[in-house]
């Protein structure tokens, strides 16, 4: 009987499912390659992007890519607070 492949998403939690394994890290991922105008070129064990236009790309380590789509999720938080509470 074939096994089953597992994949593990940024968080340790894991998955049969291709489909839930690639949301789980566009999840992370897609803000902040946003936030930092660029695209994602990978991820799995490291975030790799490649910044618009250019022919290098980088890694962030997945801890820092936490951290960063944290400053993200609270700022939206606070646009919308002073959107309703002008």
């Not at 074939?2 to 839930?20: C, D, E, L």
């Not at 946003?34 to 962030?60: M, T, W, Y």
């Not at 936490?66 to 700022?75: F, G, M, S, Y």
């Amino acid at each position: 009987m074939k096994q089953k492949r597992i994949y593990r998403f940024p968080g340790g939690n894991i998955t049969t499912s291709v489909a839930r394994y690639v949301r789980g890290w566009n999840a992370l991922v897609k803000p902040v390659a946003r936030a930092l105008e660029c695209d994602v070129i990978g991820f799995n064990p490291g975030i790799h992007l490649i910044s618009k236009g250019a022919s290098v790309g980088f890694q962030i380590a997945v801890s820092v890519t936490e951290r960063i789509k944290a400053l993200i999720d609270v700022n939206k938080r606070w646009h919308v607070f002073f959107k309703e509470h002008p």
